[in-house]
């Protein structure tokens, strides 16, 4: 049903910045609260942002506040994570998921499993 797509992954030194998007598909993506997580090799599944249906709320894991920033565009259908001051622990493949109920919660989800649709993921990698 709804198809995600990250993209702007790659190779940067520590210190430097990326910025991933993720382009949905469907027509109701602003009723959708969005999420960005990540996971590294041998680690779980980790929540790194999130941002409500409507723009005005985000959340941020405790590991990244501060260096990241989560915003969506939903005349595009596209949501952005904005990566500064990466550090090397920042490698990890970076997934999109979409909460298609997030309209009808007051906050976000922080678990992966209440997420419905995932894009493929795009992998940040983080030298020094």
């Known amino acids: 049903q709804v198809q995600l797509a990250e993209s702007g992954g790659g190779l940067v030194q520590a210190g430097g910045s990326l910025r991933l998007s993720c382009a949905a598909s469907?027509?109701?993506?602003?009723?959708?609260?969005m999420g960005w997580f990540r996971q590294a090799p041998g680690k779980e599944r980790e929540f790194v942002a999130a941002i409500k249906w409507s723009g005005d709320t985000t959340y941020y894991g405790d590991s990244v506040k501060g260096r990241f920033t989560i915003s969506r565009d939903n005349a595009k259908n596209t949501v952005y994570l904005q990566m500064n001051s990466l550090k090397p622990e920042d490698t990890a493949a970076y997934y999109c998921?979409?909460?298609?109920?997030?309209?009808?919660?007051?906050?976000?989800?922080?678990?992966?499993?209440?997420?419905?649709?995932w894009g493929q993921g795009t992998q940040v990698t983080v030298s020094s």
């Open positions: 469907g027509r109701t993506f602003n009723t959708y609260d």
């Open positions: 998921a979409a909460d298609i109920y997030g309209r009808g919660k007051v906050r976000v989800a922080f678990s992966s499993r209440e997420y419905d649709y």
